[in-house]
T-cell receptor, first 114, second 113 residues
Framework: AQSVTQPDIHITVSEGASLELRCNYS??????LFWYVQSPGQGLQLLLK??????LVQGIKGFEAEFKRSQSSFNLRKPSVHWSDAAEYFC????????????FGTGTQLKVEL | EPEVTQTPSHQVTQMGQEVILRCVPI?????FYWYRQILGQKVEFLVS????????KSEIFDDQFSVERPDGSNFTLKIRSTKLEDSAMYFC???????????FGPGTRLTVL
């Protein structure tokens, strides 16, 4: 069964600093990979996704992620964090077939210091 | 921009009571999902639904749970007899045909006392 690991439960960065959130997955083939963000009281908003092709994908709000097959990783990055980026970030893996369910990591809570 | 909506935003119930959580998926979507997130834990898949039947369910989705699309717009999750451990945030999601992205609603926080 597929699994997703987000090793960092909490991360604190200063506004303007760069950010990298880690995600590792375990799956027998190349999965579909997603990053979602959840602000307090809000639903899960899709930041970006990877299905195939270019391993560096761009998303909304200035985020990008890089798929590295050799490391089974899909880390999320942003060059300069804004205070409004404070939220919880979830990495998820999916695959075609059946109901196309998503398997989520435990999430990383991002705090931004002004 | 179309979005998935869920009602109520917060539901408090007594143990043993039945609850129905409601979702209105994006109008042209054909695949529907329920997930839950127990406080402090990861988001977990419950069930997927397509063409008026369950296409996949997790081991969490036991006989106490059921889903239904009673009309052309609503998608519901019923918990027949709630337990304390059912307290969680429940998310509905929907996906278009031939698409890979699920769009999530804001969630319903269920508190079982």
């Amino acid at each position: 069964a597929q699994s997703v690991t987000q090793p960092d439960i909490h991360i604190t960065v200063s506004e303007g600093a760069s950010l990298e959130l880690r995600c590792n997955y375990s799956y027998g083939a190349t999965p579909y990979l997603f990053w979602y963000v959840q602000s307090p009281g809000q639903g899960l908003q899709l930041l970006l996704k990877y299905f195939s092709g270019d391993t560096l994908v761009q998303g909304i709000k200035g985020f990008e992620a890089e798929f590295k097959r050799s490391q089974s990783s899909f880390n999320l990055r942003k060059p300069s964090v804004h205070w409004s980026d404070a939220a919880e970030y979830f990495c998820a893996v999916g695959f075609t077939g059946g109901g196309n369910k998503l398997t989520f990591g435990t999430g990383t809570q991002l705090k931004v210091e002004l | 921009e179309p979005e998935v909506t869920q009602t109520p935003s917060h539901q408090v119930t007594q143990m043993g009571q039945e609850v129905i959580l409601r979702c209105v998926p994006i109008s042209n979507h054909l695949y529907f999902y329920w997930y839950r997130q127990i406080l402090g834990q990861k988001v977990e898949f419950l069930v997927s639904f397509y063409n008026n039947e369950i296409s996949e369910k997790s081991e969490i989705f036991d006989d106490q749970f059921s889903v239904e699309r009673p009309d052309g717009s609503n998608f519901t999750l019923k918990i027949r007899s709630t337990k304390l451990e059912d307290s969680a945030m429940y998310f509905c999601a929907s996906r278009a045909q031939q698409a890979d992205t699920q769009y999530f609603g804001p969630g319903t926080r269920l508190t079982v006392l």
